[in-house]
């Protein structure tokens, strides 16, 4: 990694993170901008390729943006242990930082190979407001260059030791089940594919995996890697899959409640396909037999999209996912208490909150 970690991008358009929040995290003795731009830069570095083609497919989806949210979570855990990231060049310190960036990344690269590969499997049009990689090129070549970050990945966890691989691989694991299991569970299934009952124990299992698990991962990397105990990396840990859990729920109930123009997102994407998420759940137990269940049971086109998305909106089922959510917050806020009363925690625990701010 270069020295220079503050090259590139002036802080208004770095990393999607709103310059305020950047700001906050500094003046209390955070400076994540430290981690975050030293990922920005390694990602085009880690990607770089020989081959034009393979360069600028692999470049797709980093360019595009996003909010580097995993990365984030690797530097303010980062802060847990009693080696927090100071400059380049400041001892073990400075080693830290090196760490941390490298683990961003790594978060980062997975979490993109895993949108190369979802937007094969859903059949994505856009993402980011931009042409799919399967749709401006084809399924063929998504699929390789999620394949091709993965590599990349793994490359850049060897040089932080076993232990990181180690971690990444189980978590790899992990993703690739929880996505196994949502085709097994969503009424489109192919025919040869076991079909599993979308029930509320499965939905859990799924998100658990598909996006609990690689939060819990960049937690577990900061807090490790900045030098805390066993005991306490577990419990950053443990804060980050309650964290994923709650804001999936909220990415749920956004697919239900929100509009186009708010999200970025069409509404009603997982009924369109199949996939029973916490408020469509809610909503068929508390009535099995009713017009809502009856919709999707048929082919839900455009009116029979919106009158489901009406009846859910009337009904309880988002308030009552919202609840749940809610209890994943205050799991993750709990684990924090082993860190005392510190900057980095208030930090973390607002960060845990805006999974419910975001859905009201």
């Known amino acids: 990694m270069t020295a220079d970690l503050h090259a590139g991008q002036p802080r208004a358009a770095r990393l999607s993170i709103p310059a305020p929040v950047l700001d906050e995290l500094e003046a209390n003795g955070l400076p994540v901008a430290l981690v975050l731009d030293g990922v920005e830069q390694r990602l085009h570095e880690q990607v770089s390729s020989n081959h034009a083609f393979v360069d600028e497919v692999a470049r797709y989806l980093i360019s595009a943006g996003g909010k580097r949210f995993r990365p984030l979570m690797v530097a303010l855990t980062g802060y847990l242990g009693p080696r927090p990231p100071a400059a380049a060049g400041t001892g073990n310190a400075g080693d830290t930082l090196s760490a941390l960036v490298d683990a961003g990344t790594i978060v ?56 990181v691989t180690r971690i990444m691989a189980r978590t790899l694991a992990r993703l690739c089940e929880g996505q196994i299991r949502e085709v097994q569970g969503s009424m489109g299934a192919l025919p040869d594919v076991p079909q599993l009952e979308p029930t509320l124990e499965h939905y859990l299992e799924v998100i658990s995996g598909k996006t ?28 980050g899959w309650h964290v994923g859990m709650a804001f999936q729920l909220s990415d749920d109930i956004l697919d239900v409640a929100s509009d186009t123009e708010e999200s970025g997102k069409t509404p009603g994407t997982d009924l369109r396909e199949g996939v029973h998420t916490l408020p469509v759940l809610y909503a068929l137990a508390d009535d099995p037999g009713g017009e809502f269940a009856a919709l999707l049971d048929g082919d839900l086109g455009d009116v029979e999209l919106a009158r489901a998305l009406a009846l859910l909106r009337d009904s309880d089922a988002l308030g009552r996912s919202r609840d749940h959510a809610a209890r994943y917050v205050e799991q993750a806020v709990a684990e924090l208490e082993v860190f005392g009363d510190r900057p980095v925690v208030t930090a973390l625990t607002r960060l845990a909150e805006y999974a419910l701010d975001r859905v009201g």
Do not use: K, M, Q
């Open 212 to 239: 609990a698990s690689l939060i819990e991962t960049s937690c577990r990397y900061g807090a490790l890697l900045s030098g805390a105990s066993p005991a306490e990396v577990d419990a950053a840990a443990r804060y």
């Open 108 to 163: 980062e690269l997975v979490h993109l190979a895993t949108l190369y590969h979802d937007d094969v499997i859903d059949e994505a049009p856009a993402r980011r407001g931009t042409p799919s990689a399967n749709s401006r090129w084809d399924n063929t070549v998504a699929i390789l260059t999620g394949d091709y970050l993965f590599a990349c990945a793994s490359d850049l966890s060897a040089d932080l030791g076993v232990e």
